[in-house]
């Protein structure tokens, strides 16, 4: 039988990977994943701070002329409706943020919890959960999000709905297999001899040894969520006019091409540079938390 | 056949590829058009929307009847050109023996495909009685058709119950006067009833070859039409929604004709596409913002004044159309009978009469919805819509919608949706025949196309007297008063009867267009 201190020294052995200080002196020395960090750091604060920032009202019409070119009232030029690019796109970037991270979260809380149940509970709920996990998965995404949206209408809610719906089986998937796993380990045998409930095995071992491989699978999705989301709001089925967003402005952009150019540029480029810096930070973070993982990959 | 497969390398597979590719764009030529490549003459156009209906007694909007008129024919059809006219077709003569009765002798010689014989006045007789039979949304088309009488196979009589002047301006030249093989639709639809888009027999230049669903409608030469060959050996015809994705799809050469919005008119006047004309025509049609007289929350006429009020017309159109198209004042466009010269609410509206209706109404800082097509025309009316309404204090939610969906809103026989529609941005084609614009808004149309669920005893009594008479000037007297009512009743907010721009290549054909632009494709010619 191993020694306690050598079943301590393993039980803590996924909880950390370095202090706060070592994650950023690794980054340091990345040079996409600190672009990925400036970028990302750039959006967050326009987005937090947008309203400070903003020049004009981003819904109010017929502030300037009609698909006006970049000049020092009007930042990026005006729309179609006369509207402040500038304005639309610095308060476009709230809604993919949060829709990234409201439903990347939520399906994170529930996916982590059904994970932790299929993992560690008797064999019926995991077979059950699986079976949920696949069927979902077994629809097309794009497929499911068209269904989703005709049948409760194009809106934030459902947009984040058709997100977390999608991805919480990725997540409760990953969890369980790694809660199997640790399950019949000789830490948490060891625990369970000097009496551990399961509760408290599943929060003080099994729980920080599955939460760092699924924060950097999150991260990772954050992108493909922002991409996802502008592409239903340029297809009109994402957040409703004349909320200002990036997929939005795009469509617009689209539509009228041949008149104004800037509207594509103003509504493409966000989306560019959020998904290069969310897509740089997470495979960083990959790299400082898991570099076995990129080996593998 | 394992030999041929397994001397081919990847790599040779690969040059094979890269050579095809090359050689396609080397000759300039779009993907889309390799793809489609094909012997003869094509004629690539776009249309607003997807066919769905081809049965002459169930169509549905313009563009069901443009493909009807290139593979059914009609007794006579709208001539292409600039003044409204109809020509014969599959009539030899044609006359009105009186008021109640035409008479037409029908050509030789016109054949139905597929073995289904000559078309004859028992062809005739089938069509026309067929649509006001069957309980069909269209069969107002038709009117007061009491019979068709057949003296023998190429001469009959049209009776009408009471006299029916849109005869000659809707039922005989439109849609519902396409004429189909009895034998066919017997066979095809018990009862001769409705046969969707699986037409069997076809009795005009064209037949229906192949159909995908919102990608393309195909058109062959019919090798049995023994009238004027047409120009074009095949008509593709595109389903293409927003016609900002109209124009990119021009500009990619993937089509070689297609309406061109008026906010991007100008700018393709001074840098149109390369062997491109661009032609404007008046358009007849109507864009309107319309009320659900029966919803809850717009049941007081005083709420419906309060919106109508509160629409400035001139700055939607500023918005959707760069200021290019005339304000509308009623249903009826210049030109057509009926036309008003101004309407009651003026364009600019008022938004001291709109709070003060509010007021009256004794409702203050509610929401309502706004449905509108999923398309930029629609959503710049909705969202300035939208701006103004906040004006008062009504906060309008707009729910964008794609044709399938939005086109049946209203209808009750489609769900019950039309209980929970609202505003609607609405938008109809028309025909120069005031009564197609006015039977839709009669009280037995209420959830089929009178989706507002507009109802007045005095507009019906009007619209059946209307079209008892022959006088245009008496028959405009009666069309204004209904559009007075229309209006009067607040469901209605006139913004334009719009423009009908379009571009088309040079290289290709030289089109034929009713005078509201709307393609007559069988009359396009080759260049």
């Known amino acids: ?297 | 056949m394992n030999d041929v497969v397994g001397s081919v390398s990847r790599r040779a597979f690969l040059k094979t590829g890269a050579t095809l590719g090359g050689g396609i764009m080397a000759a300039g030529m779009p993907l889309s058009q390799a793809i489609w490549a094909a012997e003869g003459k094509v004629l690539t156009a776009r249309a607003n929307q997807d066919v769905d209906k081809l049965d002459p007694a169930f169509y549905l909007g313009a563009v069901n009847s443009e493909v009807m008129s290139c593979i059914y024919s009609k007794l006579i059809r709208y001539k292409p050109g600039s003044e409204w006219s109809w020509e014969l077709e599959a009539a030899e003569k044609i006359e009105q023996v009186d008021p109640t009765h035409i008479r037409f002798q029908l050509k030789k010689g016109i054949k139905f495909s597929n073995d289904y014989g000559e078309l004859t006045v028992r062809d005739v007789k089938f069509s026309f009685e067929r649509v006001i039979r069957l309980d069909s949304p269209s069969n107002f088309d038709w009117g007061p058709l009491d019979h068709v009488e057949v003296e023998d196979d190429y001469t009959g009589v049209i009776v009408f119950k009471t006299p029916f002047a849109p005869a000659w301006t809707l039922a005989l030249p439109y849609g519902a006067g396409h004429i189909v093989s009895e034998d066919a639709v017997m066979k095809a639809a018990k009862d001769g009833g409705p046969f969707g888009m699986t037409p069997t027999a076809f009795s005009g230049p064209y037949v229906f070859a192949d159909w995908k669903p919102n990608q393309h409608v195909l058109l062959t030469r019919n090798p049995e039409w023994s009238g004027p060959k047409p120009g074009f050996d095949e008509i593709r015809i595109l389903p293409i929604g927003d016609i900002k994705t109209a124009e990119r799809a021009y500009q990619a050469g993937d089509i070689d004709f297609t309406h061109i919005s008026v906010d991007s008119l100008a700018n393709f006047k001074s840098n149109s596409p390369a062997d491109t004309t661009i032609e404007e025509k008046p358009s007849i049609g109507i864009v309107y913002v319309g009320m659900n007289i029966d919803h809850p929350k717009l049941k007081d006429i005083n709420v419906r004044k309060a919106i109508q009020w509160a629409i400035n017309v001139p700055q939607i159109l500023d918005a959707a159309y760069a200021g290019q198209m005339e304000v509308a004042t009623g249903s009826l466009a210049r030109g057509l009978i009926g036309y008003r010269d101004k309407a009651l609410v003026p364009p600019e509206g008022d938004l001291a009469k709109a709070k003060e209706s509010l007021e009256k109404a004794g409702v203050s800082d509610f929401t309502v919805t706004v449905d509108c097509l999923n398309q930029s025309e629609f959503l710049t009316i909705a969202q300035v819509l939208q701006a103004q309404l906040s004006q008062i204090g009504v906060t309008a939610e707009i729910n964008a919608q794609d044709s399938g969906s939005f086109y049946t809103i209203g209808m009750e026989s489609e769900g019950d949706r039309w209980k929970d529609m609202q505003l609607i941005v609405q938008s109809f084609s028309n025909v120069p025949e005031p009564y197609y614009f006015s039977a839709t808004y009669t009280r037995d149309q209420i959830g089929k196309w009178n989706w507002e669920r507009f109802s007045s005893e005095r507009f019906d009594e009007l619209n059946a007297k209307a079209i008892t008479i022959d006088d245009p000037n008496e028959r405009a007297k009666l069309y204004r008063e209904m559009q007075d009512l229309m209006e009067d009743s607040g469901a209605y907010r006139y913004l334009t009867n719009g423009a009908s721009p379009f571009m088309y290549r040079t290289t290709r054909m030289q089109p034929a267009t009713r005078p509201d632009g709307v393609p007559h494709y069988v009359a396009f010619k080759p260049v």
């Not at chain 1, 008797?122 to 999000?145: E, V, Y």
């Not at chain 1, 729980?207 to 991409?227: K, Q, R």
């Open chain 1, 1 to 297: 039988m191993a020694s306690l201190e050598a079943i301590h020294t393993e039980a803590n052995a996924g909880q950390g990977h370095g202090s706060f200080r070592t994650v950023l002196r690794q980054l340091r020395k990345n040079r996409l994943g600190t672009l990925g960090v400036v970028l990302v750091l750039f959006i967050a604060v326009s987005a937090i701070f947008a309203p400070l920032i903003i020049t004009h009202d981003p819904t109010r019409i017929m502030v300037g002329p009609r698909l006006a070119d970049p000049s020092l009232n009007f930042l990026l030029g005006t729309d179609q409706l006369g509207r402040d690019t500038f304005s639309r796109v610095i308060m476009g970037g709230r809604i993919p943020l949060l829709v990234a991270f409201v439903s990347l979260g939520s399906s994170l809380a529930v996916g982590l919890v059904l994970g932790l149940l299929a993992g560690f509970g008797p064999r019926w709920l995991d077979n059950l959960l699986l079976l949920i996990f696949d069927t979902i998965r077994s629809f097309p995404g794009i497929i499911f999000a068209l269904a989703v949206i005709a049948l409760l209408g194009p809106s934030l809610t459902s947009v984040i709905l058709v997100i977390a719906i999608t991805s919480m089986p990725i997540y409760a998937r990953v969890v369980r297999t790694q809660t199997e796993a640790l399950r019949s380990s000789e830490y948490i045998a060891a625990e369970r001899s000097m009496g551990a409930g399961t509760n408290r095995i599943l929060a003080v071992h099994v729980l920080p040894n599955v939460i760092g491989p699924l924060l950097i699978l999150v991260s990772m999705d954050v992108p493909a969520v922002i991409a996802v989301e502008a592409g239903l709001s340029f297809l009109g089925m994402g957040v409703r006019p004349p909320t200002p967003d990036w997929g939005a402005i795009l469509n617009d952009g689209y539509s009228y091409i041949h008149e104004s150019v800037w509207l594509v540029i103003a509504g493409g480029i966000p989306i560019t540079l959020a998904t290069l810096g969310f897509t740089f930070l997470g495979e960083a973070l990959r790299d400082i938390f898991d570099p076995k993982l990129r080996k593998d990959l």
